[in-house]
Each structure stands twice: as structure tokens, then as C-alpha cells.
């Protein structure tokens, strides 16, 4: 419980209207969780205009008001503060009412297209296992030290993300780390942190269906790196050719990591198998249980990262091979008598499907089929959806073209599209099968003895989302069902 007046602190409001000396027991930005004596935030968001409900905000005991208009009905008693832009404030305003916890640990931020969830989990179990108390908020799921908490969004709203600080502050952790999305950055969830340093993975094509540009994707991006404060750290991947770019504006330290050129953590590839990678890193040899080129590139960001945050190099290095990566993130499985090698993984960008599928070339014997299982979301950039399906065809022996989350869209309108990316060569070592579980089970069917399917798109995820209903669905079992069944 707080004063308003204390709340609204770093806040300009433009007009006020009733008491600021009143307390304030709980904010929210959903008028249906508003409660006596609560703040809500009306904000204009890209579905819904939060100031279309402060009257249900009002009837459920709200007594302050926060938006950008005031309300053409002014109730009594009720306290209105109008300020520019209230998605920004929220963050303040919620920081400020659960005690402005970012402040009492080191937050660290990771952006970029890919590799995000991977980098944030393995600096979370460094920490851990270096004895830390540590916050994660990722895709995957978020965690209080010890507890989970399931996620429902990469980064969740401003208000649920200082309630979670608080949390974390509360249980003693002394660091935080925390998947940083565009979306998030766009529209101010992350207004109110303060950040210890943040991570640049890589930027490639996605969210197009939000940010309609990919220079406006880069430059939301960019964004969140020129708000880091002097006293914080930019680590970015140089060999991302926007990597110096997002440094640009940025008042904290720069720093850098890469496999191909000299940068502040330099690494190279020795050795990259099915049972993990050999690298030298900063002139220390290490092996990981990690995968690929693409990890590579993971284990230098956390690297690089633990060492600014002053843990000692070769404690680190020790710590990260011992870990294993993020869930549904090259995860694999073989099948009980012919050894066929499953593999599952979220890749769900263009970008992100060549990075696995090089991967997988690299690392198998000439005699091995390589089958891909993959489908592109309903409601989300339409356009990268025949690039999917023309990289699956191309770096792979056979594609099986299926859906991932239909959500409102008709599923065969999707593979529809994605079928326009084949040419008349790739048609013809491709099958379209709409149900995901019978594309899963006739992969493994196809499959000969040692061969691989990667089954892309959704990794960790345990359900199919088709018109506005969640439907379980995990790839792991249907995967390890389909290898038993044909193992019988």
C-alpha cells in the first residue's frame, strides 16, 4: 500500500483532478482486476483502449484514475490524473508502488530475433549454480529462485513484471534475467527497469506483422539499448551486422562477442558434434553439452556476460559445461530399436529454421535422411511464411508441411501460402498433412533406421491455439508416442 502521491513520483502529470494524499492498495491495466481502493491505468493498447473500461474500473472500487483523457463522467471521490502516455507510466507507476525493486538487483536484458530464451535460461543456471539467487522471466517460464511461475507472454505487462521483481527481491535474489521482446519495448512493459546491462543475440526477419517494417523492428530494438544508463553494460554480437549498430546511442559500456573477428570475448569453434561443442574461448579450451554453431554464439553471450557482471573467466567456463540449454531448444530424442534421432526445437523464423537445419547437415553421415516436420502461426507475418517452407525444402531430403497454431486463420489457407514457396524440384519431396500429430507419425513411418526429423516451430510449448481455443498438444509426446508405436 502506498500514497498516490508517491506512486506518481518521476511522473509529469498534465492535470489532476481530486486527492493525491489518498493510499493506493493495488494498480492494474485490466479493469477486471480492479478492487477497492486500487489505480487503473487506462491504456491505449493494439486490440483494446483500456479508456473504454474505467467506468468497470470504477463500479469494481478504483479509486484513481490514470489516462491520457479525462472521462466524459467524473465520479465522485474518484481521483483522475492525466498524463501523456500512460503504457509508459505504468511502469513507473508500478515500479514505484512495488517499491522500485529492479534497483535492489542486477537486471539483465536479452533482445534479438533468436537465441533469446537459450541465453537468458543458461545465465539463470550459471548463477544458480554458482550459488546466486537469481530471477528468470523467459518464454519458456519464469522463475523466483527456486519457484515457477508459467509464462504466458516473453515479457509480461509492466505491472506483472515489477510484481514479479518484488517477488524476486523479496526472496533475496540478487539477479535477474529476463528475455526482452519487441513488442515489449514498443509498446513500454519494460518502462520502469532498471537495467544492470543488456544483450544484443542477432536481428533477422520476424514480427513483420507488428512492426511492418524491418527498419522499424531494428530500430525498436536499437531503442532499448540506447536507454541503458551510464553505469550499465551493451554486450552485442559483432558479427551481427547491426550489432555496432545498436551500440550507436548508448551511454552504457560497450562491449562485444564473435567467432569471427576480434571482440572483447572472442571464441572459436574447435569441434561441434552430436554430443556437444569444443571451443576456445578467450584462449581457454571448454567443452559444452550444447549443439551448433548457433549456441556457440549463446555460450559467448552468457560468458561475456557473467564476466562483466565480475564472475571470474575460468569459473564460468567451468560452470557453462555442466549446463544444459532452454527447453524445446535442440532437444533431442532416439527412437528404442532403430535409432532414429528426433529432434525439437522452436525455430520459428526463416532465420532460425536454416540455423537448426545447417546445423544438422553439418553434424550428419551422408547415409542419414533429414525429415522436416514445420508449419507457420496463423495471425503473425504472412510473408515469411513461403520462406519457411522453401528453407525447409531446400536443406532437407524430405518436408512434411503442417500446422503449427492455426489461431484464427483456416489452417489450409496457411499451408496454402507456404506451398508457394516451393519450386517444382522441392514439390516433389514434400507431402502436406494439416493434423500435426499424423504429420509426426508418418515422418516416423518414412523414417529408415539412424535417420533424423526435426520436428520445428513450436519446442517447448504443450498446445495448439485454433480459433481462440488452447488445445494440448506437446511435440515431445506425440514424438515419443510415434517411436514406440513403431517400435512395437
Request: aromatic share 6%.
Amino acid at each position: 500500500m502506498k500514497k498516490l502521491n508517491d506512486i506518481l513520483t518521476g511522473i509529469t502529470p498534465l492535470k489532476i483532478k481530486g486527492a493525491t494524499d489518498i493510499r493506493v492498495t493495488g494498480i492494474c491495466i485490466d479493469s477486471r482486476k480492479a478492487a477497492a481502493g486500487w489505480a487503473f491505468v487506462a491504456v491505449k493498447g493494439t486490440l483494446s483502449d483500456g479508456h473504454n473500461f474505467i467506468t468497470k474500473a470504477e463500479e469494481l472500487g478504483a479509486s484513481t484514475i490514470i489516462c491520457e483523457k479525462m472521462p466524459d463522467h467524473i465520479s465522485e471521490g474518484t481521483t483522475y490524473v492525466v498524463v501523456t502516455n500512460s503504457a509508459s507510466a505504468t511502469g513507473i507507476l508500478a515500479a514505484n508502488f512495488y517499491g522500485n525493486p529492479s534497483g535492489n538487483m542486477k537486471v539483465v536484458g536479452v533482445t534479438g530475433t533468436n537465441g533469446k530464451t537459450t541465453t537468458a535460461t543458461l545465465l539463470y543456471k550459471l548463477h544458480k549454480d554458482l550459488g546466486y539467487k537469481c530471477g528468470l522471466i523467459s518464454t519458456v517460464k519464469n522463475m523466483v529462485d527456486e519457484e515457477e511461475i508459467i509464462a504466458t507472454h516473453t515479457t509480461p505487462d509492466a505491472v506483472s513484471i515489477q510484481e514479479l521483481f518484488r517477488q524476486m527481491a523479496d526472496a533475496g535474489c540478487e539477479y535477474v534475467f529476463m528475455e526482452v521482446s519487441s513488442h515489449a519495448i514498443h509498446q513500454d512493459r519494460i518502462a520502469g527497469i532498471r537495467f544492470a546491462g543488456g544483450i544484443f543475440t542477432n536481428i533477422t526477419h520476424d514480427h513483420l506483422d507488428y512492426h511492418k517494417t524491418f527498419d522499424e523492428y531494428i530500430r525498436v530494438k536499437k531503442c532499448f539499448f540506447d536507454h541503458l544508463a551510464a553505469d550499465a553494460f551493451a554486450l552485442v554480437n559483432a558479427d551481427d551486422k547491426r550489432g555496432m549498430v545498436m551500440m550507436q546511442n548508448t551511454a552504457a559500456s560497450k562491449n562485444t562477442y564473435s567467432l569471427k573477428m576480434p571482440a572483447t570475448f572472442k571464441g572459436k569453434v574447435l569441434e561441434n558434434g552430436l554430443s556437444g561443442l569444443v571451443m576456445n574461448v578467450d584462449n581457454h579450451e571448454a567443452h559444452f553439452r550444447l549443439i551448433g554453431t548457433f549456441n556457440a554464439y549463446n555460450l559467448l553471450a552468457v560468458y561475456g556476460t557473467a564476466v562483466l557482471l565480475g564472475v571470474d573467466k575460468l569459473d564460468a567456463l567451468a560452470g557453462l559445461s555442466r549446463l544444459s540449454g532452454a527447453a524445446g531448444r535442440f532437444e533431442t530424442y532416439f527412437s528404442p530399436t532403430d535409432k532414429i534421432l528426433g529432434i525439437i526445437d522452436y525455430a520459428h523464423t526463416p532465420d532460425a529454421l536454416i540455423n537448426i537445419l545447417a546445423t544438422i547437415n553439418q553434424l550428419r553421415s551422408g547415409k542419414q535422411q533429414l525429415i522436416t516436420i514445420v508449419g507457420c502461426g496463423g495471425d503473425r507475418d504472412r510473408t515469411k511464411r513461403p520462406i519457411m517452407a522453401e528453407v525447409a525444402a531446400a536443406h532437407s531430403d524430405k518436408v512434411i508441411l503442417t500446422t503449427d497454431n492455426p489461431r484464427s486463420e483456416d489452417p489450409e489457407a496457411i499451408l496454402d501460402e507456404m506451398e508457394t514457396g516451393l519450386n517444382a524440384a522441392q514439390k516433389r519431396k514434400y507431402l502436406r498433412i494439416t493434423d500435426r500429430k499424423e504429420a509426426i507419425k508418418t515422418a516416423c513411418m518414412l523414417a529408415q533406421p539412424t535417420d533424423i526429423i526435426l520436428v520445428a516451430g513450436k519446442g517447448h510449448e504443450t498446445y495448439q491455439e485454433i480459433k481462440g481455443v488452447k488445445y494440448h498438444f506437446d511435440d515431445h509426446e506425440e514424438l515419443i508416442k510415434a517411436f514406440e508405436t513403431q517400435n512395437r
